[in-house]
């Protein structure tokens, strides 16, 4: 379980304006600015759960999942994860979790992954017949054969990233923090990162905190988000309910048979884009039946698929109000 | 989990091998690497070309021809780079990786430091040994109580060196570049440990520097090594030696575990 309760975490940052001058004053007096990085987030996740962990560039995603992980101290709050307070990075908690970030690498770069591995299990204290029984299941599981011996820095970012996720996941870890584990892969192998965390979270009833700027990434993992902007917690819930809620209308696209009016097209809802035959539509629930039906029925369309709205279009709109929530409450505070 | 002590002991020795693994990573690095830790020929040379003439502030030719391939043997056997190691991974958020695993920092440091020593040595010590056997033998100890406390002794010098590179590196929690600080750490490590010229002809040009180096590491992290390896000693004199090596080994690793809880209390894991 991993539980946060009014948790904060500020920085404090050196700011000066460029040039040679400003340089050589900063030399004798520096200006900081305290920056809120988290500022009073609480959320309870339980064992198993999948979350998707949200927010724009800066939102303090990064930093929560640091803290959660023990490699911050936290300014103020209560935090406990799988039982321990994580920054006292207890042994038997850091047996428990682990940490994955797409930008920042565990293997050691002038050796093959195969060493980390040596090195995690004998950190780790991992018997030798389960590391290579667990091994061998991540071997299959992310295709690893043949990369386990290249030196780390030979490897693709794919590759690396498949290596990364299984040297994190040797010692089983029961709760995983992704930060960003797709970032720069194709799609092909963020949809295989994506099947392998869902088989492991199923597998070991792993609990799952996820931060990715791919939204489907989100969308195919998890049934829970969680949404942070400017350090502050605006959302927490089911994935569909907020899209429900943001935006219940759906969007419909298909592919005509038969040129088409435009002012035909407007009757059946919202047009988003028309290229050739492809439209794509958007139709409010309680329309949709009568709009299929139609679609198939009198138009005879070729093919037709009925989404939800872009998980990224919500977000945006969220954090448009969010924003300005927030010029509103400085205004306030100013007046 | 089983005990974090006896789980460190047993992951030791795949730590030493991967260190080793590091070590010899990159070829044509790891031989020009070992080849910068004769700077003590070069001080050898210096000072005999002083003492061609006759003893020297008390030292003739084999007197400091022992004295500075033992600076050469302790050198080698108790330098690391821990600081820039550790300074490195604070300033770049490396260090986050380690910190995620249930294991000390300072341990794996100082195995990753210690499994390169064998390597880093492979030139320096055959010449040191060679060269020392056929110049300056007769000024190398034969008390065997003296070569026993020689081990012990460079294990304390050892310790001291990487406890206070540590402490040093621990600064980048606070002030992020530690460059400058490390140059002038070895000054003053140059100055006081016996590196430049040995201690007591220092001391008796220098009576001030002696003074000082009284109250400093320094001598205990070089100096006393080599005194025990070419000079005849009494029993008290080595005892002293070896007893005021470990109390600054004592202070030492009390240092750079303070600095490291403060620090790492600061760490901002930059990046990701």
């Given at each position: 379980?991993i ?10 940052v050196?700011r000066?304006?460029?040039g040679?001058a ?5 030399l004798?007096?520096?200006k900081?600015?305290?920056v ?7 959320f309870?996740i ?5 979350v ?9 995603k990064?930093?929560t ?10 300014t ?5 994860v ?5 920054f006292k990075r207890?042994?038997d908690l850091l ?7 797409g930008?920042?690498?565990q293997?050691?770069?002038?050796l093959p992954?195969?060493?980390?591995y040596?090195m995690?299990?004998?950190i780790?204290d991992v ?9 061998g299941?991540l071997t299959e599981?992310l295709?690893?054969?043949g990369?386990?011996d290249k030196?780390t820095?030979?490897?693709?970012l794919g590759e690396?990233?498949?290596?990364e996720?299984?040297?994190a996941?040797?010692h089983?870890?029961?709760t995983?923090f992704?930060?960003e584990?797709t970032i720069?892969?194709d799609v ?13 979270n ?5 609990t799952?905190?996820?931060?990715s700027?791919?939204m ?5 993992l998890?049934p829970?988000?969680i949404?942070i ?8 819930g089911?994935?569909?309910?907020l ?9 419909v696209?298909f592919?005509?048979?038969?040129p088409?009016?435009q002012?035909?097209?407007e009757k059946?809802?919202t047009?988003?884009s028309r ?8 139709v409010?629930?309680?329309?949709l039946?009568?709009?299929?039906g139609?679609?198939?029925g009198?138009?005879?369309a070729?093919?037709i698929a009925?989404?939800?709205p ?8 969220m954090f ?5 929530a ?10 | 989990?089983?005990s974090?002590?006896?789980?460190t ?5 795949t730590?030493?091998r ?5 070590t010899?990573?990159?070829r044509?690095?790891f031989?020009?690497w070992?080849?910068?830790?004769t700077?003590?020929?070069?001080n050898l040379a210096?000072w ?6 006759g ?14 391939l033992?600076a050469?043997i302790v050198?080698?056997?108790?330098g ?6 550790l ?8 260090l ?6 249930p294991?000390h920092p300072i341990?794996?440091y100082?195995s990753s430091q210690?499994?390169?020593?064998p390597?880093?040595?492979l ?7 060679i ?11 034969h008390?065997?109580?003296q070569l026993?406390?020689l081990l ?5 010098a ?8 540590f402490?040093?590196?621990c600064l980048?929690?606070?002030i ?8 002038f750490?070895?000054g003053l ?5 016996g590196?430049?010229?040995?201690m007591?002809m220092m001391?008796?040009?220098f009576?001030i520097v002696g003074y000082?180096?009284?109250?400093m590491p320094?001598y205990?992290m070089?100096g006393?090594?080599?005194e ?9 004199k080595?005892?002293?030696?070896v007893?005021?090596q470990?109390g600054?080994?004592v ?10 809880s ?11």
């Amino acid at each position: 379980m991993i539980r946060a309760k009014e948790l904060t975490k500020h920085f404090k940052v050196h700011r000066r304006p460029p040039g040679l001058a400003a340089a050589i004053k900063s030399l004798v007096h520096r200006k900081y600015d305290v920056v809120k990085a988290v500022d009073g987030v609480s959320f309870t996740i339980e064992r198993g759960e999948r979350v998707g962990f949200l927010g724009p560039n800066g939102a303090g995603k990064t930093t929560t999942l640091k803290v959660l992980s023990g490699l911050l101290h936290p300014t103020s709050g209560e935090i406990e994860v799988a039982g321990h307070v994580p920054f006292k990075r207890e042994p038997d908690l850091l047996g428990k979790i682990t940490l994955v970030m797409g930008q920042k690498s565990q293997l050691i770069w002038d050796l093959p992954p195969a060493e980390t591995y040596a090195m995690n299990r004998a950190i780790f204290d991992v018997p030798q017949a389960e590391f290579e029984k667990t091994l061998g299941e991540l071997t299959e599981l992310l295709d690893l054969s043949g990369l386990v011996d290249k030196p780390t820095r030979q490897l693709s970012l794919g590759e690396r990233m498949k290596c990364e996720l299984a040297a994190a996941l040797l010692h089983r870890p029961t709760t995983l923090f992704l930060d960003e584990p797709t970032i720069g892969l194709d799609v092909a192998m963020q949809v295989a990162i994506r099947d392998f965390v869902r088989n492991y979270n199923q597998r070991h009833e792993a609990t799952v905190l996820l931060t990715s700027h791919y939204m489907d990434d989100v969308v195919a993992l998890c049934p829970r988000i969680i949404v942070i902007d400017q350090g502050k917690l605006i959302h927490d819930g089911d994935l569909r309910q907020l899209i429900k809620t943001m935006d219940p209308d759906k969007r419909v696209s298909f592919t005509l048979t038969a040129p088409i009016d435009q002012g035909e097209l407007e009757k059946l809802g919202t047009i988003l884009s028309r290229e050739g035959q492809r439209i794509s539509l958007r139709v409010s629930e309680r329309e949709l039946p009568a709009v299929v039906g139609h679609v198939l029925g009198t138009l005879k369309a070729a093919d037709i698929a009925i989404e939800d709205p872009p998980l990224e279009d919500i977000l945006r709109v969220m954090f448009g109000r969010s924003k300005e929530a927030a010029a509103n409450h400085k205004e306030t505070e100013a007046s | 989990m089983r005990s974090t002590a006896s789980r460190t002991i047993r992951a030791l020795p795949t730590l030493l091998r991967i260190g080793v693994a590091e070590t010899v990573a990159y070829r044509a690095e790891f031989i020009v690497w070992m080849l910068t830790s004769t700077m003590p020929l070069i001080n050898l040379a210096f000072w005999s070309a002083v003492a061609r003439d006759g003893a020297f502030q008390g030292y003739d030719t084999p007197q400091l021809t022992a004295y500075f391939l033992g600076a050469l043997i302790v050198r080698n056997l108790t330098g690391n780079w821990v600081a820039w190691q550790l300074s490195e991974e604070i300033r770049t958020g490396v260090l986050s990786m380690r910190l995620l695993r249930p294991l000390h920092p300072i341990v794996a440091y100082a195995s990753s430091q210690s499994a390169a020593l064998p390597f880093r040595s492979l030139i320096a010590l055959p010449i040191a040994v060679i060269l020392l056997v056929s110049a300056g033998g007769g000024a190398i100890t034969h008390d065997p109580a003296q070569l026993a406390l020689l081990l012990p002794s460079l294990l304390l010098a050892w310790l001291i060196t990487f406890a206070l590179m540590f402490a040093l590196g621990c600064l980048s929690f606070w002030i992020t570049q530690t460059f400058g600080i490390v140059t002038f750490y070895f000054g003053l490590w140059s100055l006081f440990s016996g590196y430049m010229m040995p201690m007591d002809m220092m001391t008796s040009k220098f009576p001030i520097v002696g003074y000082l180096a009284k109250w400093m590491p320094f001598y205990s992290m070089l100096g006393a090594p080599i005194e025990l390896m070419t000079k005849h000693l009494t029993t008290g004199k080595m005892l002293e030696i070896v007893g005021i090596q470990a109390g600054w080994t004592v202070v030492c690793i009390f240092v750079a575990l303070r600095a490291w809880s403060a620090g790492v209390r600061r760490f901002e894991a930059v990046g990701g």
